[in-house]
């Protein structure tokens, strides 16, 4: 089973950038697909960003693409999201997801494991 624990949120001015890690414990890492979500205050949970195991597959929420970029190291069994440009609607509480294979899917019901989450901030 695998774990995970994200890190990297806080408070940044809009334009600013954040790196966000989560990382995963678990020998089977490397054969999982990996998403980031968010959630703010009053909506619902949603995908921002997916990376297959193999790091030859992304997607992205068209609100984040061309600002943010997702990345794993399944070395250090770390998957990243590089957010850059960032605006006050992008504050969230973000959460790192793991499938058991298959293609990146967007529906938070397709994930297994997820971490607790880590809060961002963009003020404007």
């Known amino acids: 089973q695998v774990q995970l624990v994200e890190s990297g949120g806080g408070l940044v001015q809009a334009g600013g950038s954040l790196r966000l890690s989560c990382a995963a414990s678990?020998?089977?890492?490397?054969?999982?697909?990996m998403g980031w979500f968010r959630q703010a205050p009053g909506k619902e949970r949603e995908f921002v960003a997916g990376?297959?195991?193999?790091?030859?597959?992304?997607n992205y929420a068209d609100s984040v693409k061309g600002r943010f970029t997702i990345s794993r190291d399944n070395a250090k069994n770390t998957v990243y999201l590089h957010m850059n440009s960032l605006k006050p609607e992008d504050t969230a509480v973000y959460y790192c997801a793991a499938d058991r294979g298959g293609p990146i899917a967007i529906a938070p019901g397709a994930y297994d494991r997820w971490g607790q989450g880590t809060q961002v901030t963009v003020s404007s």
């Open positions: 678990g020998r089977t890492f490397s054969s999982y697909t």
């Open positions: 990376i297959s195991w193999s790091t030859s597959n992304t």
